[in-house]
């Protein structure tokens, strides 16, 4: 199993653009969310998703769309940059056995909004 | 609403000392989960080990250990004999409301190992 991917791993954008920060998992996990980390900061919430079709806000939600159409894949989307979202974003997926949970985290994404 | 407490912004240890990284929660949730991960200067996050609300005994991992008490509402993790490859920032996390809904996080402890 490759675990929790994500594309890319640095992006710089100017204000106003948009991407899409990829992320996909092969574990066939239902649990998937988007966290971003500031310096100082532990990580936050963004959005997150208990299965194919479902989506909810997390902590910090704003500026930010998601979907989830496949159980692999849920992606992240800024719409128009801004220099406040420079951050690192990671993606983690997650399941639940016998009352242990079990989160694993991608990589993350490394981007700088100019 | 949920809160993770971290009050040691730094720390430093010297090599083969235990070391005890301070966390308290705040939640109304009678069911939840209590995680501490590690995070090197390369960014990953790495997960080292799990608490249950209703887990009678205390978790431990190896060299890493979590010192679970329910009434005082910490979770503090325990390295025991530290080496140099522990010098990173420490995550303590929490799930409830079913685990659906994501992970809150203190704000870290950056630890350094001292030789």
């Known amino acids: 199993n490759a675990g929790v991917t994500q594309t890319p791993k640095f992006q710089v954008l100017k204000t106003g653009q948009s991407m899409t920060l990829q992320c996909a998992q092969d574990m066939n996990h239902e649990y998937m969310s988007w966290y971003r980390q500031d310096p100082g900061m532990g990580l936050r919430l963004i959005h997150y998703?208990?299965?194919?079709?479902?989506?909810d806000q997390g902590e910090v939600p704003n500026g930010y769309n998601v979907s989830r159409s496949t159980t692999e894949d849920f992606p992240l989307r800024l719409l128009s940059a801004a220099p406040s979202q420079t951050s690192v974003y990671f993606c983690a997926s997650s399941y639940e056995t016998s009352g242990v949970e079990t989160q694993y985290f991608g990589p993350g994404t490394r981007l700088l909004v100019l | 609403a949920q809160k993770i407490t971290q009050t040691q912004p730094g720390m430093f240890v010297q090599e083969k000392e235990a070391v005890t990284l301070d966390c308290t929660y705040d939640t109304s949730d009678p069911s939840y989960g209590l995680f501490w991960y590690k995070q090197p200067s390369s960014g990953e996050m790495i997960f080292l080990i799990y608490q249950g609300s209703y887990d009678q005994q205390n978790a431990t991992e190896g060299r890493y250990s979590l010192n679970f008490q329910k009434a005082r509402k910490s979770a503090n993790l325990v390295i025991s004999a530290s080496q140099l490859g522990d010098s990173a920032m420490y995550f303590c996390a929490m799930i409830s409301g079913g685990g659906a809904d994501g992970l809150t996080f203190g704000k870290g402890t950056h630890l350094i190992i001292q030789p």
């Open positions: 998703s208990v299965g194919a079709g479902i989506t």
